[in-house]
């Protein structure tokens, strides 16, 4: 079974908003930390944004912290990602993971699903 399979990703205009989704194996829904990372064109992958299990604590990276949110469908096992101003700079491959995680630079990740490709233009 698909472990992680992200979707939503897509062209967007710059100030436009999307959002992403990523549906979980109930195993790995249950057991793990869910997140996103990102690597845009040419750059190193970074972390985006984390939440815990059962709906625990969330961490973003700065450079998202007030424009994305990060939740959890516990009945649907997904895990979302709003993003809400977007920029150029937010132009990237979308990756969900999942792991254990406690903090933007605090993180080990066990699994990652094979991304979804968001483009914002300027």
């Known amino acids: 079974q698909v472990q992680l399979m992200e979707s939503g990703g897509g062209l967007v205009q710059a100030g436009g908003s999307l959002r992403l989704s990523c549906e979980a194996s109930?195993?790995?829904?249950?057991?793990?930390?869910l997140a996103w990372f990102r690597q845009a064109p040419g750059k190193e992958r970074e972390f985006v944004a984390a939440?815990?299990?059962?709906?625990?604590?969330?961490y973003y990276a700065d450079s998202v912290k007030g424009r994305f949110t990060i939740s959890r469908d516990n009945a649907k096992n997904t895990v979302y990602l709003q993003m809400n101003s977007l920029a150029p700079d937010d132009t990237a491959v979308y990756y969900c993971?999942?792991?254990?995680?406690?903090?933007?630079?605090?993180?080990?990740?066990?699994?990652w699903g094979e991304g979804t490709l968001v483009t914002v233009s300027s």
């Open positions: 993971a999942g792991g254990s995680v406690t903090g933007a630079h605090n993180y080990k990740i066990y699994y």
């Open positions: 109930e195993r790995i829904f249950n057991a793990f930390a």
């Open positions: 939440v815990g299990w059962n709906n625990g604590p969330t």
